[in-house]
């Protein structure tokens, strides 16, 4: 079945360090693949996207990339900030109306 | 687009009780799902409903879970009788038929505590 791998947490970096948080993704098909933030107290927000191979999912200086020959969507960020300490949770939908499948979160925690 | 509301934010209940959670997801989206966050673990796939009907269930919504749009705006899910492990935070999500591609809205949740 569908699944995803996240590194686990937590990650601990001190502002304007970069950011990696891998994900890995088994799934048939061709899967679309999410990023969700989770911030202190509230919700699941859609930080980004892609949808097909090679595709670059881009947001508030987030990125990250399909990568079909490694299963492989890691989250990157070049600077980070006090404010981006969240729960950061990968996720794919292989089928439009069916069920997102989250990996188990990775927390990351700036300090400055 | 509009967000996603989720009453209430936060319940306390009696162990055997029965709950409801509500969320107003906006009429006009196809599809409708609940999702479970229990305390530090991953979110959980309950229940997704479409066309007014259940679409798809994890193993993890057993009898004790029912869902209903009652009134076309409202989308509830019911716990008959809860338990201590049902405490955790419920999230309320919609998609369009897009939903790959724009992914999900999802409600800022109503945290279950069951004692």
């Known amino acids: 079945g569908n699944s995803v791998t996240q590194m686990e947490g937590p990650v601990t970096l001190s502002e304007e360090a970069f950011l990696t948080i891998n994900c890995t993704y088994t799934?048939?098909?061709?899967?679309?693949l999410f990023w969700y933030v989770q911030y202190p107290g509230e919700g699941l927000q859609l930080l980004l996207k892609a949808t097909k191979a090679d595709d670059k999912g881009s947001n508030k200086g987030f990125e990250a990339t399909y990568r079909k020959e490694t299963t492989s969507f890691h989250l990157e960020k070049g600077s980070v900030q006090v404010s981006d300490s969240a729960v950061y949770f990968c996720?794919?939908?292989?089928?439009?109306?069916?069920?997102?499948?989250f990996g188990k979160g990775t927390t990351l925690s700036v300090s400055s | 687009e509009p967000e996603v509301t989720q009453t209430p934010s936060h319940q306390v209940t009696q162990m055997g009780q029965e709950v409801i959670l509500r969320c107003v997801p906006i009429s006009n989206h196809l599809y409708f799902y609940w999702y479970r966050q229990i305390l530090g673990q991953k979110v959980e796939f309950l229940v997704s409903f479409y066309n007014n009907e259940i679409s798809e269930k994890s193993e993890i919504f057993d009898d004790q879970f029912s869902v209903e749009r009652p009134d076309g705006s409202n989308f509830t899910l019911k716990i008959r009788s809860t338990k201590l492990e049902d405490s955790a935070m419920y999230f309320c999500?919609?998609?369009?038929?897009?939903?790959?591609?724009?992914?999900?809205?999802f409600g800022s949740g109503t945290r279950l505590t069951v004692v």
């Open positions: 999500a919609r998609a369009n038929q897009g939903a790959t591609i724009y992914g999900y809205t």
């Open positions: 799934a048939t098909g061709y899967p679309s």
């Open positions: 996720a794919l939908n292989d089928q439009a109306g069916t069920a997102l499948i």
